[in-house]
Structures are given as C-alpha cells and as structure tokens.
C-alpha cells in the first residue's frame, strides 16, 4: 500500500481565493482525519470521518473550512476564502477502527499571501 | 474535554544518554497512550503505544510508562543517537474516537 496520499503538496495562493485539498486514504481503513499544524497552535484536530459520515467538527475553524467525504477512498478539506492565517500544514490521517494507529500523508503545505 | 500537557518543550542531550519525555492527561476515561515521532518537514509517525490496561511497554531503546491514578505517562528514550533528533508528541484518546495531541517536544541529540 502507497500509504495514505495528499494531493497537492505544497500550495501557494492569495487571500480571498478558494483552495481545495485532497486526501485518499489507506485502503480499507474507516477512519479519515484532518488536522492542521503550526507553530503556534501545533497539532489540532479539524475533523473525522468514520465510514465516510462526519462525526465531529467541532475543530473546523469558523464556516469559511468545509470537509467531504464522498466514498471511502477520498476527502476533500476547502478553504473558502481563504486568508494568511489559514497559511499552515494540513495533514490528513487515517486508522483501522478506533484507538489504533493513525497513519499520517506527508502534508499539504499552505502559504495564503 | 481532555487536556494533554506535555513537557518540556525542548530537550538536549548527549549522544549515548538517556531522554524522558512527560506528558499529563486529565480525563480519566482516556484509555490509548500513543507517542509519534515527526523529523524535521515529515509527517508525525507512531514509534509506540501503551493502552490503559498496561503500565509499561518496551520496544528496544523506547519504553513508556502510564499511571493511571496520577494520570501522568512518560517516553524514555535510551542510548540516544542523533537520528533520534526530532519533535515528540504525547496524545491521549479520551472516550470518543479522536486522540488530543500535546504541545510537542523538540529533542536534540549532540554527538
């Protein structure tokens, strides 16, 4: 297994424009999260999925972040608009059942001019 | 909700000796104890865990430690070498199915 992919890699855009990242999750796994990192706050839970259903956002910033998940192989984290202070890297995760192993992609780097 | 403090935030250590990393926890329901690793622009990795039934686990020069009662558990690193140079994060799984992670630890080893 290529382990969990985040598409793009890095992204650079500017304030008010809309940016979408993208996550596939390890096969067969129920559980997808997103989590966003800076120096700051460090790691924070945004949101998680369990068979593709959201169960609790109560970490998604304000209403300008939305989550999907549309089947079990993919999920999108959009940031409409965004803004500097959404620039950070957004990892997302995925597990085998809960209380297991959360296998993390490499990032997404976000830097919003 | 749960909280998770871990401490310190950075630690130096010569090459050879041994690290300990701390972390507090204050909900009592939590039951799953992982520690990930993150190398400088890597994703965070698990190098182990420890469930609320167990007290100390061991995986070579890696062993943690939990205390249920004073809800404290511990990393312990020994025989550092310089790839073990990285940030640590302690999290704790409270009754629900999301780990809340600590602040990190930024560990240097000097050759």
């Known amino acids: 297994d290529a382990g969990v992919i985040q598409s793009p890699r890095h992204e650079v855009t500017e304030m008010g424009q809309e940016v979408t990242l993208r996550c596939k999750p390890i096969?067969?796994?129920?559980?997808l999260f997103w989590y966003r990192q800076t120096m700051m706050r460090g790691l924070e839970l945004l949101i998680y999925?369990?068979?593709?259903?959201?169960?609790?956002d109560s970490g998604m910033p304000e209403d300008r972040f939305s989550a999907k998940m549309p089947n079990a192989s993919f999920s999108t984290l959009k940031i409409q608009p965004s803004e500097p202070r959404d620039s950070a890297v957004y990892f997302c995760?995925?597990?085998?059942?809960?209380?297991?192993?959360?296998?993390f992609g490499p990032g997404t780097r976000l830097t919003v001019l | 909700g749960e909280n998770v403090e871990q401490h310190p935030s950075t630690l130096s250590v010569q090459e050879g000796d041994s690290a300990v990393i701390k972390c507090t926890y204050s909900d009592s329901a939590s039951n799953y104890f992982p520690w990930y690793k993150q190398e400088l622009g890597k994703r965070p990795q698990l190098i182990i865990d420890?469930?609320?039934?167990?007290g100390e686990k061991k995986d070579q020069r890696i062993a943690v430690t939990l205390n249920k009662t004073a809800k404290h558990f511990s990393l312990h690193i020994t025989e550092t070498q310089p790839e073990d140079s990285a940030v640590y994060f302690c999290?704790?799984?409270?009754?629900?199915?999301?780990?809340?992670f600590g602040t990190g630890t930024r560990l240097q080893v000097f050759p």
């Open positions: 999925f369990n068979n593709n259903v959201p169960i609790d």
């Open positions: 999290a704790a799984r409270p009754d629900t199915d999301k780990l809340i």
């Open positions: 096969s067969g796994h129920d559980y």
């Open positions: 420890i469930r609320s039934n167990v």
């Open positions: 995760a995925s597990s085998l059942g809960t209380g297991n192993e959360q296998f």
